[in-house]
Nanobody, 121 residues
Framework: QVQLVESGGGLVQPGGSLRLSCAAS????????MGWYRQAPEKSRERVAV???????RYSDAVKGRFTITSDNAKKEVYLDMDRLDPEDTAVYYC???????????????WGQGTLVTVSS
């Protein structure tokens, strides 16, 4: 069984910064990539950023230039540094991992429970 646990959410003022962390644990043979999605109230879930095991990162247009995704493959952790936060960034942020749990098994997507980020004065 695979678990992803996020941390670091909270209340921040517009223009401020916040760092989210996510740790994967359990039966994991290999991780292909990890990333972050978010879901704002009354909106569908959208991808924010993804990073491959090789370190290649991609971002949504909404956060490009403001957010930075990094990972520590040895620790099976992924981070999201968010700068110049805007009220439009208010959402529940979900960590995910595309991984193989055991050799020879099919890849699967694992999700965290989410952490709330509120940008407000």
């Amino acid at each position: 069984q695979v678990q992803l646990v996020e941390s670091g959410g909270g209340l921040v003022q517009p223009g401020g910064s916040l760092r989210l962390s996510c740790a994967a644990s359990g039966t994991i043979f290999s991780i292909y990539h990890m990333g972050w999605y978010r879901q704002a109230p009354e909106k569908s879930r959208e991808r924010v950023a993804v990073i491959t095991i090789g370190g290649s990162a991609r971002y949504s247009d909404a956060v490009k230039g403001r957010f930075t995704i990094t990972s520590d493959n040895a620790k099976k952790e992924v981070y999201l540094d968010m700068d110049r936060l805007d009220p439009e960034d208010t959402a529940v942020y979900y960590c995910y991992a595309d991984l193989v749990a055991e050799p020879g098994s099919h890849p699967l997507d694992a999700w965290g429970q989410g952490t709330l980020v509120t940008v407000s004065s």
